[in-house]
T-cell receptor
Framework: AQKITQTQPGMFVQEKEAVTLDCTYD???????LFWYKQPSSGEMIFLIY??????QNATEGRYSLNFQKARKSANLVISASQLGDSAMYFC???????????????FGTGTKLQVIP | EAQVTQNPRYLITVTGKKLTVTCSQN?????MSWYRQDPGLGLRQIYY???????DKGDVPEGYKVSRKEKRNFPLILESPSPNQTSLYFC?????????????FGNGTRLTVT
């Protein structure tokens, strides 16, 4: 089974509209971290937002928020007021314990390509 | 400037010719990792290191070697590259092994093996 599933290979959104990028995950461990990264066409990977499995509130960072539904094992990224510069690939990732000694295992989804239309 | 530096950015080589991709971080990070990115497959972990002299396999370690002799450096070695190792490679580091410790990425190395 996939650890991280991103079911939307590509999405379009109108500039200034909000968009939700889906991410579901699979783990039996109660303690884990969820991350979203952005990869513009230039190729670099940029950390956007983090949510811990025990966090009671959804994480927010500026125009980014993470809609965390623990029982459904989903961690969707919401981008409000989309801008042309938001056009990029977006990856969901999970950090979980492996063997002993910390959260060594970091697994990524296959990504969603977002295109913002003027 | 705090960063992860990978070299080279682009590399074209032939099957069987040993190569090394270097990775260095100046943030005193404990954890370092290598990923390969392929279309439709996302990023897959090759190897990771929790500290000096401590390395372990990720999900796709076959055909790769790593070493962590110093905290700042984590080179990726392809002893006998094959065309199926043509990919975009990323080195990443994090401050520690914490649940909430984000990865910091290098700019990537695009490798072509002919």
């Amino acid at each position: 089974a996939q650890k991280i599933t991103q079911t939307q290979p590509g999405m379009f959104v109108q500039e200034k509209e909000a968009v939700t990028l889906d991410c579901t995950y699979d783990t039996s461990d109660p303690s884990y971290g969820l991350f979203w990264y952005k990869q513009p066409s230039s190729g670099e990977m940029i950390f956007l937002i983090y949510q811990g499995s025990y966090d009671q509130q959804n994480a927010t960072e500026g125009r980014y928020s993470l809609n965390f539904q623990k029982a459904r094992k989903s961690a969707n990224l919401v981008i409000s007021a989309s801008q042309l510069g938001d056009s990029a690939m977006y990856f969901c990732a999970m950090r979980e314990p492996f063997n002993s000694g910390g959260y060594q295992k970091v697994t990524f989804g296959t990504g969603t390509k977002l295109q913002v239309i003027p | 400037e705090a960063q992860v530096t990978q070299n080279p950015r682009y590399l074209i080589t032939v099957t069987g010719k040993k190569l090394t991709v270097t990775c260095s971080q100046n943030m005193n990070h404990e954890y370092m990792s290598w990923y390969r990115q392929d279309p439709g497959l996302g990023l897959r972990q090759i190897y990771y290191s929790m500290n000096v002299e401590v390395t372990d396999k990720g999900d796709v370690p076959e055909g790769y070697k790593v070493s962590r002799k110093e905290k700042r450096n984590f080179p990726l070695i392809l002893e006998s590259p094959s065309p199926n190792q043509t990919s975009l490679y990323f080195c990443a580091s994090s401050l520690d092994l914490g649940q909430g410790s984000p990865l910091h990425f290098g700019n990537g190395t695009r490798l072509t093996v002919t």
